[in-house]
């Protein structure tokens, strides 16, 4: 049993930190919104008032929050992981952020005795409640060692990519796949509803061939029923694009289809839908097409 505080536990960082109390672990969790703190002492964990009071006494610091300044602050910040936990402390840190901001709180927190492992996760809501991620992650090889048993109690798939930033940057790439591909069924959905060809035969054959995917599988049916609930917010994607589109530039690599699609993703965030799935991409190509209801603020 380690002593591990949890911090950030909304749509992903709830479940994950949910089932390293079912195996066993003691862990501590803190969160800005209390309700999802009392769901994990629900279930087990307990309580921690702030970040400070998490982190002192863990042997083990899990982070799950939305964006780079968020792990900035709870890093480096007063009060915050790297001025309390002691030395030797393994931070986790399964945000997805910028690879250059990784890096840097990896230094910070090596200058302060913390191993510090970048380990941002793919699957989505589904694949944090049932247990089965893909983890990417970044460091140094002991370091991603010790942090291997805990994360495979959250996933199914857990690779070391490379040195501290890699698992970022390997996350960047999967946001550009994955939001391309949400993009393409949304397009191929309402194209098949416009010919009004049979959508469970047409989406079942679809999954067995080369246009089968995992976002076909656990997107489709969402999409159909227009149900958007989060899920993976627009708010977190539209971050996820910026992240990738700035990479891409950095390295000189052209991404045009993906810049295209961070487009799309930015519109449909600047028409109020932020806090929709990223699914809500359909709404847009209905529009685009004069077709369904006017996308309206939800
Ligand atoms: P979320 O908004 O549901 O959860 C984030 C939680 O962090 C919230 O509960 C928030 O209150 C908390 N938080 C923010 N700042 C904090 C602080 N300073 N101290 C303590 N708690 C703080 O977001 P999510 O969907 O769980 O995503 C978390 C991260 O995982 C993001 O980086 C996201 O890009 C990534 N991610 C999300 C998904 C998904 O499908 N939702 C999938 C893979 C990766």
Do not use: W
């Not at 910026?242 to 000189?252: F, M, N, P, Q, Y």
């Amino acid at each position: 049993m380690t002593r591990i505080a949890f911090i950030g536990l909304g749509i992903m960082g709830g479940p994950m930190a949910g089932h390293l109390v079912d195996v066993g672990h003691d862990v501590i969790g803190y969160d800005l919104h209390r309700a999802a703190v009392d769901a994990l002492a629900a279930r087990g964990g307990h309580a921690a008032a702030d970040v400070a009071e998490a982190v002192s006494g863990a042997e083990v610091v899990i982070t799950m929050v939305p964006d780079s300044p968020d792990v900035e602050a709870i890093t480096l910040g007063p009060g915050g992981i790297y001025a309390t936990a002691r030395l030797g402390t393994l931070h986790i840190d399964c945000s997805t952020i910028r690879p250059d901001v990784a890096r840097r709180v990896a230094e910070a927190g090596a200058d302060r005795g913390i191993r510090v492992v970048d380990a941002p996760v793919s699957g989505g809501e589904a694949g944090a409640v049932e247990a089965v991620l893909s983890i990417m992650v970044g460091g140094e090889a002991a370091d991603v060692e010790a942090a291997r048993p805990y994360l495979d109690v959250v996933g199914r798939t857990v690779v070391h990519v490379g040195p501290s930033g890699a698992g970022q940057t390997v996350k960047a790439a999967n946001q550009l796949i994955v939001a391309g591909n949400i993009q393409l069924v949304a397009e191929a959905l309402v194209f098949l509803e416009a010919h009004g060809v049979d959508i469970d035969a047409s989406t079942s054959v679809l999954a067995g061939g080369l246009a089968g995917s995992t976002v076909l599988d656990r997107k489709a049916s969402g999409m159909r029923a227009r149900e958007f609930a989060p899920g993976f917010r627009i708010d977190l994607h539209h971050k996820d694009m910026g992240i990738v589109t700035e990479a891409a530039r950095a390295a000189g690599v052209a991404i045009p289809l993906g810049a295209h699609v961070a487009q799309l993703v930015g519109a449909l965030r600047a028409q109020g839908h932020g806090r929709l799935d990223h699914s809500a991409l359909l709404m847009q190509v209905e529009q685009l097409s004069g077709r369904g209801e006017p996308v309206r603020a939800g």
